[in-house]
């Protein structure tokens, strides 16, 4: 006999709620790191845009920026804590490979018995996180999800290392998405480039455990390959989002792409020809490149600044280690 399955209700459409932000406690400036590296201000500034990032101090972990940004977005939702049903955390800087960060806040939160889970998609983890928020609402497994890109990079620098370490900053993002009438989060276009894995990588790999060889891990990064994809792949990317979503270029209001480098900022507007108005996100000239946490950030920036405003058109694309990519247009709450 065939059995039929009751499931649940799916709702029409997802929403951004609110946002929150945490930044590391310290403003590092280039001046402090360009010895090791035998470089300068100028070279550094020229190259990537950044002239201060935010960093932790040693007691400052990666858990205490997640819970400050989440904090926020809950807050600021407005929503009753007893309706937050998942709690999505990307980040690649959690120090415990188990149990996962997002249980952790869930404790802390208040909301236990929540889903609760890690994901590992490096810069394109909050957005990774934004299309599975959005997923889980309309298939009406939860009612609202809390997203957070939270990472502490600056445990993870080799300060001799010329490809990545002076990019990094600390810091938390976070955003509450809720269900909505009316679809305010677009399709998610996302993937990966795995031929790249190994472009942007975290030295000291796991599989050199039973050799007894790892130390303590570093990030490093190819940064032209980098450079080079990130340019080509995000703009078709971006132009494929702005397709399904049924919108052209002329109708977006703001761009937020990963903060990895100013240079890739400023040549994706130009790639995409981005009309003059356009309100581009460039968080990074003074917090630097936060991973996971670089959308949110850079996004609640705009907001707060009143750079961007309810009801924009947002932008948003992640990209970085794997080579993983991610994004989603949505409607500003």
Known sequence: MAVSLSTTAPVA???????????????????????????????????????????????????????????????????????????????????????????????????????????????????????????????????????????????????????????????????????????????????????????IRMTGSSLDFRDGKIGWPTLEQDGRTVFRWAVWHTAQKVREMLERSGLTVEDVDVFVPHQANMRIIDELAKQLKLPEDVVIGRDIADTGNTSAASIPLATHRLLAEGAARSGDVLVQFGFGAGLAYAGQVLILP
């Open 13 to 199: 459409g997802s929403q951004v709620l609110a946002y929150g932000a945490a930044r590391g406690d310290l403003v590092v400036p280039n001046d402090d790191l360009v010895g090791p590296i035998d470089s300068s201000d100028e070279w550094i500034r020229q190259r990537t845009g950044i002239v201060t990032r935010t960093r932790a101090s040693a007691e400052v972990g990666v858990k205490d920026l997640s819970l400050a940004a989440a904090r926020e977005a809950i807050e600021t939702s407005g929503i009753d804590l007893e309706t937050l049903d998942a709690i999505i955390v990307s980040t690649i800087t959690f120090p415990y490979a188990t149990p996962s960060l997002a249980t952790l806040l869930a404790g802390e939160l208040g909301r236990p018995d929540v889903i609760a889970y890690d994901i590992s998609a490096a810069c394109a983890g909050f957005a990774y996180g934004i299309g599975q928020a959005d997923a889980l609402i309309r298939s009406g497994s939860a009612r609202n999800v809390l997203v957070i890109g939270a990472e502490k990079l600056s445990d993870f620098v080799s300060p001799t290392d010329r490809s990545i370490s002076f990019l990094l900053g600390d810091g938390a993002g976070a955003a509450v998405v809720g269900p909505s009438d009316t679809p305010r989060i677009g399709p998610t276009v996302w993937g990966s480039a795995g031929d790249n894995w190994n472009t």
